[in-house]
């Protein structure tokens, strides 16, 4: 696991849309606050997840200025959280859903997952 760290979510977006079809995971880093260094904020990075049927998963320690976190493409039969349903709400409504994204949706919704 060596992490990736993105300093736009502009730089976060071209991976997800250069890669989701086909990278089985991604480690992103991030710096926290006090680092006094900047990157991609967890929220940027699980929007981005969220446009291409990707999800965040579990959180590591680095250091204590870093720490990384685990996305993955979402399983068929996984859940959704009422986080996660409402960022994709915000995310469509602004049209930064990919078709990937959207089929994940609606996987979600005809299986019940999402009401």
């Known amino acids: 696991?060596?992490?990736?760290?993105?300093?736009?979510q502009s730089e976060l977006r071209s991976?997800?849309?250069e890669q989701h079809e086909t990278s089985a995971e991604i480690w992103i880093g991030f710096y926290k606050k006090n680092s006094?260094?900047?990157?991609?904020t967890y929220?940027?990075?699980?929007?981005?997840a969220l446009c291409f049927g990707w999800i965040d998963g579990i959180r590591k320690k680095i250091d204590e200025y870093r720490y990384t976190n685990?996305?993955?493409p979402r399983r068929k039969k996984s859940n959704w959280s009422n986080n996660n349903i409402e960022n994709v709400k915000r995310l469509k409504k602004a049209g930064r859903m990919t078709p990937?994204?959207?089929r994940e949706v609606d996987?979600?919704?005809?299986?019940g997952r999402i009401k």
């Open 15 to 17: 991976w997800f849309s």
């Open 36 to 40: 006094g260094k900047t990157s991609v």
């Open 1 to 8: 696991m060596k992490p990736k760290f993105f300093m736009t």
């Open 70 to 72: 685990r996305f993955t």
């Open 100 to 102: 990937s994204g959207l």
């Open 107 to 111: 996987r979600a919704k005809a299986d």
């Open 43 to 48: 929220a940027e990075a699980v929007d981005e």
